[in-house]
């Protein structure tokens, strides 16, 4: 059973920082592409930033670039996105996500960790 779980949310002012942890476990990703998205209230979710767990190939929403930064401990199968300047409008819930490499959609999903940036 592969379990996510996101850690890291939090209050924040505009301009900090916040790091975001995703604990995977169930089986070996080495095969999987780990990803953020995020949700605003009242908005669809979107892509945040992905990365292929063998290769360490990044990928990131260009409205990130820059500023987010994802990577991987392999020794403690976990996902982090460090997040910098960040603007009240990068207030959302985090969600980790999994999926094989080359599948269209995510297919395991976390619950999802709070963060909100005051102005």
């Known amino acids: ?10 209050l924040v002012q505009a301009g900090g920082s916040l790091r975001l942890s ?4 169930g089986r070996t990703f080495s095969r999987y592409t780990m990803g953020w998205f995020r ?20 990928y990131y929403a260009d409205s990130m ?6 990577s991987k401990d392999n ?5 982090y996105l460090q997040m910098n300047s960040l603007k009240p409008e990068d207030t959302a819930v985090y969600y980790c996500a999994a999926k ?6 995510y297919d395991y999903w976390g619950q999802g960790t709070q963060v909100t940036v005051s102005s």
């Open 39 to 58: 949700q605003a209230p009242g908005k669809e979710r979107e892509f945040v930033a992905a990365l292929s767990w063998s290769g360490g190939t990044t």
């Open 75 to 79: 020794a403690k199968n976990t996902v």
């Open 1 to 10: 059973q592969v379990q996510l779980v996101e850690s890291g949310g939090g």
């Open 22 to 25: 995703c604990a995977a476990s």
């Open 65 to 70: 670039k820059g500023r987010f930064t994802i």
């Open 100 to 105: 094989l490499n080359g599948a269209l959609n």
